[in-house]
């Protein structure tokens, strides 16, 4: 499945989906973006800035292997593997992909969405998608 498909299946499975993105974790690049609404090119590289921070910022990092350290685990992968953030108006879920863990799809839908089950659907598709 390409980025595209993943951001289309984002849209059309997630209930009230109004813009979903893949986002490469190695380079922080953005790799395929769909938005009902226009939104400049610096507005979605800041997007996929704050994806890479979220999940991999230097706090992340720390807490990830300090977690890792005290419990003697000597998995290399990263633990935090879903994201949900909720702002006023939206709802925005962020999910790793299984099969890619260098590979974050989001997805943002109206914040009045059934959060159980957008996060089913992203779950879904975070789960059978490669890029």
């Known amino acids: 499945m390409s980025a595209d498909s993943i ?20 380079s922080g690049m953005l790799l395929a973006v769909k938005t ?13 800035a704050a994806t890479k921070d979220l999940y991999e910022g230097d ?4 807490i990830e292997n300090t977690f890792k350290k005290i419990r ?3 998995y290399q992968g990263h633990y935090f593997r879903e994201i949900i953030v909720t702002s006023k108006n939206l709802l925005h879920i962020f999910a790793r ?15 009045d969405t059934n959060l159980g089950l957008a996060l089913v659907k992203a779950r879904e598709i975070a789960a059978t998608s490669t890029v």
């Open 7 to 26: 951001v289309s299946a984002m849209i059309t499975n997630v209930p009230k989906a109004i813009a979903a993105g893949v986002v490469d974790m190695g």
């Open 36 to 48: 009902v609404d226009s939104h400049p090119q610096a507005v979605l590289d800041m997007v996929a």
């Open 59 to 62: 706090a992340v990092l720390n």
């Open 72 to 74: 003697g685990d000597t």
């Open 97 to 111: 992909l299984e099969a890619q863990e260098s590979i974050v799809a989001l997805v943002v839908a109206r914040v």
